[in-house]
């Protein structure tokens, strides 16, 4: 069983006071990036991999789709978005990533959201996703992007120069990397940009939007705080096809 960090009690409890969590999607900056790249959902089979509060499966039905599947690992996270949720096209249940149990061609869109980088086997999600898609099905994730799971510490640090930096360590090497966010000791898998693209493709998807996010200066002048996510891409940003 991999690290389940969001069900330690201290770390959920962190988690749930950010404004993505307390106010959901309209909350994340990359959110108009996101739906720029999702395909029409009326009608269609959607399956969420870790969905946490469940705000894009409540979202995904807003706009018409027939049915919704929201995985995620964390019984909290699970429990979140059940009591948030009022919508029998809309289920939920526990699994884990690494070891996907999805049904053949049963889904049009496959989403998630800043999860892929805790996965340990990477390779075992995407060959089940490609068969679980429908053909012509669509796959649309964000994730930490590499620069920003391969810190040599946590955090920004200060140049010599005065400009606030985040510093990158070993981007080569690749595999689990130990950080402290919300609670200290928290697992992500460091995958350079190449190796991602490169599974996607060998997992049989057609890749057609690839973006390094980062906020646009209309952002920044509303929020001033994200002046500094300027200065490298937090997120990668995919939409595939199978």
């Known amino acids: 069983m991999p690290q389940n960090i969001y ?26 990036a996101i739906q720029a790249v999702l395909p029409p959902l009326a009608g269609r089979a959607v399956v969420d991999l870790g969905c946490g509060f469940g705000w894009f499966c409540r979202w995904a039905r807003q706009q018409g789709a027939a049915s919704v599947l929201g995985l995620d690992l964390s019984e909290r996270m699970l429990d979140r978005a059940r009591t948030g949720t009022d919508d029998p096209a809309i289920a939920y249940r526990r699994a884990d990533l690494n070891r996907p149990a999805l049904p053949e061609a049963a889904f049009d869109l496959a989403y998630s959201s800043l999860v892929l980088h805790y996965l340990e086997d990477l390779p075992a999600l995407l060959a089940a996703l490609r068969r679980a898609l429908r053909p012509g099905g669509h796959f649309v994730f964000t994730a930490e992007h590499p620069v920003f799971t391969a810190p040599s510490r946590p955090g920004w640090v200060r140049d010599a120069e005065g400009r606030d930096t985040w510093p990158v360590d070993g981007y080569l090497r690749e595999g689990p990397r130990v950080t402290d966010w919300l609670a200290p000791g928290v697992v992500k898998q460091h995958r350079t940009l190449g190796t991602l693209l490169t599974l996607l493709i060998r997992a049989g998807f057609t890749l057609r939007h690839v973006e390094e996010w980062g906020p646009a200066e209309a952002q920044v002048a509303a929020q001033p ?18």
């Open 7 to 32: 069900d330690d009690p201290d770390f959920f409890a962190g988690y749930s006071q950010l404004a993505r969590s307390r106010k959901g999607l309209a909350a994340a900056p990359e959110w108009p």
């Open 225 to 242: 705080e994200l002046a500094a996510e300027r200065e490298r891409p937090a997120f990668l940003l995919v939409a595939a096809t199978a």
